[in-house]
């Protein structure tokens, strides 16, 4: 299993990211709950609201839904702590996600290598290079 954050589900939506090459037709995929949030908000921003509302419907339909529950949260206040602590803060939502891959102990798959690639000992991909 392989977490989707939510640029690599918009590039899915909008047709840009052929998953044929990416993943096998065994492979379960998910996103977070926080992921689920950042989409419903694009989606409700866009000017064709219902219409992406309901391909976003479809998507989810497909994929297993991962909350940020209390171990994630423990996670993620401890993760906050230390990268203040270096000087390296990171986006709350952001914390939020990594904190469940890592409780789940999942790899990311993100285009923000940036970020997330401070945080140790998390996995990352990038299937829109």
Same mark, same amino acid.
């Given at each position: 299993?392989?977490?989707? &954050?939510?640029? =690599?589900? $918009?590039?899915?939506?909008?047709?840009?990211?052929?998953?044929?090459?990416?993943?096998?037709?065994? &492979?379960?995929?998910?996103?977070?709950?926080?992921?689920?949030?950042?989409?419903? =908000?694009? /989606?409700?921003?866009?000017?064709?609201?219902? +219409?992406?509302?309901?391909?976003?419907? $479809?998507?989810? /339909?497909? *994929?297993?839904?991962?909350?940020? +529950?209390? #171990?994630?949260?423990?996670?993620?206040?401890? *993760? @906050?702590?230390?990268?203040?602590? @270096?000087?390296?803060? *990171?986006? +709350?939502?952001?914390?939020?996600? $990594? #904190?469940?891959?890592?409780?789940?102990?999942?790899?990311?798959?993100? %285009?923000?290598? @940036? %970020?997330? /690639?401070?945080?140790? @000992?998390?996995?990352?991909?990038?299937?829109?290079?």
């Amino acid at each position: 299993m392989k977490i989707l &954050d939510s640029d =690599h589900c $918009v590039a899915i939506l909008r047709g840009k990211l052929d998953l044929r090459n990416k993943v096998s037709a065994d &492979d379960e995929l998910a996103i977070t709950t926080i992921s689920i949030g950042e989409l419903m =908000h694009g /989606a409700h921003r866009s000017q064709r609201p219902a +219409d992406n509302l309901a391909r976003l419907d $479809v998507l989810l /339909a497909s *994929l297993t839904v991962l909350p940020f +529950d209390e #171990s994630s949260a423990r996670r993620f206040g401890l *993760l @906050k702590a230390s990268l203040e602590s @270096k000087g390296l803060p *990171l986006h +709350d939502l952001d914390l939020q996600i $990594v #904190s469940i891959a890592l409780e789940n102990d999942l790899p990311l798959v993100t %285009h923000n290598q @940036k %970020h997330f /690639a401070r945080i140790e @000992k998390l996995n990352l991909e990038d299937w829109l290079e």
